[in-house]
C-alpha cells in the first residue's frame, strides 16, 4: 500500500459523535486526499491537501473537516456523526496531482 | 459536468476466455486516465496512466488502450488470480479532482 496507513481500520460509533480518521505515509508525498466510497458510487473526494496546512475541498465535503500539520498526516474529523456517514473511507497520497495510491481504508459504521 | 461511465457492470469469464472492459468519460480537458485494480476489503491498486489519445500500456495479462472518449482495459487469458473490482478515473487539467466510475467487477472461473 506504498507506504500508507490508515488507524482506525474499522469503527463503529453512535450518530452525533466526533470522530478522527487518520491517514498516515511514509512516502513524503506532497498530496494527500480522502475519499469515500459507497456501493453505487464511485470513490468520491472528500477533502485535500497540496501541502502542509493547505487544504481544499472535493465534491462530498458537507459535515467534513480536515487538517494537515505535518507532511506525513492528514486527518479527516467528522464533528457530529450521521447515519450518512457509514462508508469505507480511503486515504491516497500522490508526489504530482496526477497517480494517486491508496492506503487499506477505514470501515466507519454509525448507528 | 464530468463523467465516468464503466460497463459492463459484473462481468463472469472461463479461464482463458479474453475479454474487455470499457470506460466512457466526458471530461473538459484530460490530463489523465487511471485504471485501478480494487479487492475485496483493500485500497484501489494502481496499474495504469494513461494521457492522450492512441497511447496504450500493457502489464502481464492487461492491456489499458486510449480513444479521445474512452478507453478499453483487454485481459488476455485471463485467470483466476484476475478476479476483482477494476476501477477507471479521470482527471481534468484543471484542479485536482479525480472522477472515478462505479467499478466493473470480473470473475474468472477456473
Known amino acids: 500500500d506504498a507506504g500508507i496507513t490508515q488507524s482506525p481500520r474499522h469503527k463503529v460509533t453512535e450518530t452525533g459523535t466526533p470522530v478522527t480518521l487518520r491517514c498516515h505515509q511514509t512516502e513524503n508525498h506532497r498530496y494527500m486526499y480522502w475519499y469515500r466510497q459507497d456501493p453505487g458510487h464511485g470513490l468520491r473526494l472528500i477533502h485535500y491537501?497540496?501541502?502542509?496546512?493547505?487544504?481544499d475541498k472535493g465534491e462530498v465535503s458537507d459535515g467534513y473537516s480536515v487538517s494537515r500539520s505535518k507532511t506525513e498526516d492528514f486527518l479527516l474529523t467528522l464533528e457530529s456523526a450521521t447515519s450518512s456517514q457509514t462508508s469505507v473511507y480511503f486515504c491516497?497520497?500522490?508526489?504530482?496531482?496526477?497517480?494517486?495510491?491508496f492506503g487499506p481504508g477505514t470501515r466507519l459504521t454509525v448507528l | 459536468e464530468d463523467q465516468v461511465t464503466q460497463s459492463p457492470e459484473a462481468l463472469r469469464l472461463q479461464e482463458g476466455e479474453s475479454s474487455s472492459l470499457n470506460c466512457s468519460y466526458t471530461?473538459?480537458?484530460?490530463?489523465?486516465l487511471f485504471w485501478y485494480r480494487q479487492d475485496p476489503g483493500k485500497g484501489p491498486e494502481f496499474l495504469f496512466t494513461?494521457?492522450?489519445a492512441g497511447e496504450e500500456k500493457e502489464k502481464e495479462r492487461l492491456k489499458a488502450t486510449l480513444t479521445k472518449k474512452e478507453s478499453f482495459l483487454h485481459i488476455t487469458a485471463p485467470k483466476p488470480e484476475d478476479s476483482a473490482t477494476y476501477l477507471c478515473?479521470?482527471?481534468?487539467?484543471?484542479?485536482?479532482?479525480?472522477?472515478f466510475g462505479t467499478g466493473t467487477s470480473l470473475t474468472v472461473i477456473p
Open positions: 491537501s497540496y501541502g502542509v496546512k493547505d487544504t
Open positions: 491516497a497520497i500522490s508526489e504530482t496531482p496526477d497517480t494517486q495510491y
Open positions: 471530461v473538459s480537458g484530460l490530463r489523465g
Open positions: 494513461l494521457y492522450s
Open positions: 478515473a479521470v482527471q481534468a487539467r484543471t484542479g485536482n479532482q479525480f472522477y
